[in-house]
């Protein structure tokens, strides 16, 4: 008899808790169990793409680098027309020098040599464009300059910034390089995706003429061929530059006149 009244007030109970829990719900009280499961789906979600960008980004841009170097052409042989040049994104940076640049402001009236990198493999294909042209050409020069920006997407080195400029400042030799080298650790996806840079493993080259047009680039590990259009593209845009400066003199005369 007694372990008949047990099991009915057993069940009584169970009863009466299921009918609260759905009350609960009901009238808004299982709103923290509704916050927890949101929050739980929130970092599912966020787990998930973050997977979906690894499997995209890195693991892809490393495949891509095995196959083939990540080099998807060559660099063209000549410069491009002025109204096929793509403009230069716009943004602010500060060299390892602690020199603000705004760009393409600052390109403007000269031929400038624009190295981009994003990771310590990209930064020594760089040097490859890099020796070549300030063997070609005195650097630096009244009609040309040269820009090496790291583009830095890593929250966590973007926390430790002092540190890691601090470190590109001892391997980046000689100390005069430091005036020509910026950190951008601002809209880097929005720099890549308007100047195409396909992969964050390799390094990339562009042209950039007195208008802030780029209208020659390379990408990957340069050729002996795209060394050798690297300098004959820059001698074009430096007699683009001389006739430009030259036809805006003749204008002024003209108008003196």
Not at 92 to 96: A, I, P, R, S, Y
Not at 109 to 119: A, E, F, G, N, Q
């Given at each position: ?5 047990l099991?009915?007030l057993?069940?009584?109970k ?10 609960l719900?009901?009238t ?7 916050s ?5 789906e ?8 973050l997977?979906k ?7 892809a ?5 095995r ?8 660099a063209?042989?000549?410069?491009c027309k002025q109204?096929?040049?793509?403009q230069?994104?716009t943004f ?5 020098s ?10 403007l ?11 310590g493999?990209?930064l020594?294909?760089?040097d490859?464009?890099?020796?070549p ?5 005195q650097i630096p ?21 002092n540190?890691f400029?601090?470190?590109?400042r001892?391997k980046l030799?000689?100390?005069?390089r ?10 880097a ?11 964050s493993l ?6 950039v003429d007195?208008?802030?047009l ?10 002996e ?9 820059t001698n074009?845009?430096m ?6 400066s030259?036809s805006?003199?003749?204008?002024c005369?003209?108008?003196?006149l």
């Open positions: 008899m007694i372990s008949q009244v099991r009915c057993c069940s009584r169970v009863s009466m808790v299921g009918s609260c829990s759905a009350a719900l009901r808004g009280g299982g709103w923290k169990s509704l927890s499961q949101s929050r739980a929130k970092r599912q979600l966020i787990r998930e793409q997977r960008e690894l499997g995209q980004g890195y693991i841009e490393l495949k891509e680098f196959l083939n170097g990540a080099k998807r052409s060559e063209p042989t000549n410069i109204k096929d040049g793509l230069f994104p602010d940076c500060v060299t390892l602690q020199r603000q640049i705004n760009l393409p402001a600052d390109f009236d000269k031929t400038t040599l624009v190295l981009l990198s994003m990771r493999l990209g020594s294909m760089c490859l464009y890099r020796k042209f300030e063997s070609a050409f020069h009244p009609q040309l300059s040269s820009l090496e920006i790291c583009l830095v997407e890593s929250w966590f080195v973007k926390l430790i910034r540190v400029q601090g470190q590109l001892k030799q000689p100390p005069t430091h005036d020509r080298f910026a950190c951008q650790m601002v809209n996806r929005t720099i890549k995706a308007t100047l195409s840079l396909h992969n390799i390094g990339y080259a562009f042209l007195r208008k802030g780029v209208r020659w680039s390379a990408h990957g590990k340069p050729t061929t795209e060394l050798r259009s690297l300098v004959f593209c074009k845009l007699e683009e530059t001389t006739r430009g030259s805006v003199d003749a204008e005369l003209d108008e003196n």
